[in-house]
């Protein structure tokens, strides 16, 4: 029989030392203790074999080095996965091969899942599914966190995933030939669903650097891109030749991307471009970023489904897919600026626009719409230079961004004999 011996406040009585220790083992099961798994080299199987042997809430760390995956990485735990670093002298993993991603991540439905401190480069110019990571999971999961990596030359896009399991991507950098992050969402979903900006129910996005090589035309790359319904925050990041945009089903085919918040993001150029920012759908607010360089339209707005409507029925009356208002031409079209829920059922939810700052530029520090403007109308489906009434952003940084929580510990004063 194993006998606890409660050191500290109990000197003697046999009786009591069995009770403590009786009652330490009941609570035992309850206490976690997270294990560690080192990986011995960066090898791609390797890694993968610690990572199937972790349970829930382990820790796998992998050494600095430099290793070619032919294949993906396939995470189906919340684990702590943690590189050497992203820097020189650090885990340095290179893309080999075709048709894959570098990580593949389904989240758990219980714990945190933690992935830093990697250099991932290279890709695949015919991939266009997150050549870097995937990252999928169960909607309202909140507790997933990509941070400190570098990702280099990740063509085409870098990450895709999920927006409505609501992590966070933080402190990292995205550099070379590549696009940046596509978020999906719930598609009609998250349009029939209650929207409320400012809370945690979003995917974050904050504290990155997206630093580019000079745009390969007026567009530049895509830095982040939403589809399908989806909501996320993309807040002080540094963006560089490049452009955040919504997409729309006009375009994709699928759902129109749906809620956003912008905020506090600088973003740069020394050549032409287009836009910065690129509205196509949706509603929510974009404040407070700076806008450096010779952007023709710093804050764009468009609604395909009136100019260009491609695989859809035109915005123009007679689609029973938009809510075709009498007199107004179809208004409210499908997914547009301005609006949630769809169809007969939407109603009105203005994007707001305001103390944006325009340096090196011509152009409005609000939103131009630049097609569609027949239907997307200032001062009714949004409103430049006016903050949003009752809104207050959600905490920064993120609660996810700060330290981790460490393992408990067995109570001070046992021993085990």
């Keep these: 029989m194993v006998k606890f011996i409660i050191s500290t406040y109990f000197k003697g009585g046999e009786s009591m030392k069995k009770f403590v220790g009786c009652i330490f083992m009941l609570l035992f099961p309850i206490l976690s203790f997270a294990g560690q798994w080192n990986a011995q080299t960066c090898e791609l199987t390797e890694v993968q074999n610690k990572v199937n042997s972790a349970s829930n809430g382990d820790t796998v760390t992998v050494p600095a080095g430099n290793c070619t995956w032919n294949a993906a990485l396939s995470i189906t735990k919340n684990i702590v996965l943690t590189g050497a670093g992203s820097g020189a002298g650090g885990t340095k993993i290179t893309y ?9 991540v389904e989240v758990g ?31 309202g999961h909140k507790n997933m966190r990509v941070h400190n990596m ?7 896009w870098t990450i895709k995933g999920s927006s409505y399991t609501n992590g966070v991507i933080d402190n990292c950098t995205f550099k070379g030939y590549a696009h940046g992050i596509m978020l999906y969402g719930r598609g009609a979903t998250d349009w029939s669903t209650p929207l409320v900006l400012g809370a945690r129910d979003f995917f974050f996005i904050e504290n990155n650097t997206f630093d580019w090589p000079t745009n390969v035309d ?14 996320v925050v993309f807040r002080y990041n540094t963006v560089k030749h490049s ?27 020394n050549s032409s471009m287009w836009k910065a920012i690129d509205i196509a759908s949706g509603t929510g607010v974009i404040w407070g970023n700076t806008i450096d360089g010779p952007y023709q339209i710093p804050i764009g707005g468009i609604d395909y489904k009136s100019v260009d409507p491609r695989s859809v029925l035109p915005c123009d009356g007679n689609d029973p897919a938009d809510q075709n208002t009498l007199g107004e031409s179809g208004w409210r079209c499908q997914y547009q600026i301005g609006t949630l829920y769809e169809g007969a059922s939407a109603i009105s939810y203005p994007l707001y626009i305001w103390n944006n700052t325009i340096i090196n530029g011509n152009g409005s520090n609000g939103m131009v719409v630049t097609g569609g403007a027949n239907h997307v109308k200032a001062g009714r489906d949004y409103f430049n230079n006016v903050a949003r009434p009752g809104y207050v952003p959600y905490i920064y940084p993120h609660p996810l961004t700060q330290p981790l929580t460490k393992t408990p510990m067995p109570p001070g004063g046992i021993s085990v004999e």
């Design 96 to 104: 080999g091969g075709t048709n894959h991603t570098l990580f593949h």
């Design 218 to 231: 007026t567009s530049g790359w895509a830095t982040f891109d939403l589809d399908s319904g989806g909501r």
């Design 109 to 139: 439905t219980t714990g945190k899942m933690d992935i830093s401190g990697f250099r991932l480069v290279g890709g695949d110019g015919d991939y266009w599914n997150g050549t870097a990571m995937q990252l999928w999971g169960p909607a």
């Design 243 to 269: 452009i955040f945009e919504t997409h729309d089903k006009a375009r994709s085919g699928l759902v129109s991307g749906q809620a956003y918040e912008v905020y506090n993001n600088t973003f740069w150029s």
């Design 150 to 156: 570098v990702f280099d030359g990740n063509s085409q």
